[in-house]
Nanobody, 113 residues
């Protein structure tokens, strides 16, 4: 059974930082391409960043230079380090193994003063 468990969300002031984590189980993590998506109220879910099992990460233009995706294959975990956060980054953040149809439960990120 595939499980993706996100954590690390919360309330942060504009300009602040957060690190999200996603622990995966039930998949062969080391060969899985992993990604972070987000969904703001009233908007479609969008791809934020992706990290293949081998190769360079991908970032949406809106987060390039501010967010960093990384993975620890020994821990079956993918991370999203978010810096210089803006109110427009407020959303529920989800991780996904791109070769599966499974989503985690999401973690709320709220950027507000």
């Amino acid at each position: 059974q595939v499980q993706l468990v996100e954590s690390g969300g919360g309330l942060v002031q504009p300009g602040g930082s957060l690190r999200l984590s996603c622990a995966a189980s039930g998949i062969t993590f080391v060969i899985s391409d992993m990604a972070w998506f987000r969904q703001a109220p009233g908007k479609q879910r969008e791809l934020v960043a992706a990290i293949p099992s081998g190769g360079s990460p991908y970032y949406a233009n809106s987060v390039k230079g501010r967010f960093t995706i990384s993975r620890d294959n020994a821990k079956n975990t993918v991370y999203l380090q978010m810096s210089s956060l803006e109110p427009a980054d407020t959303a529920v953040y989800y991780c996904k193994a791109l070769n599966t149809a499974y989503w985690g439960q999401g973690t709320q990120v709220t950027v507000s003063s």
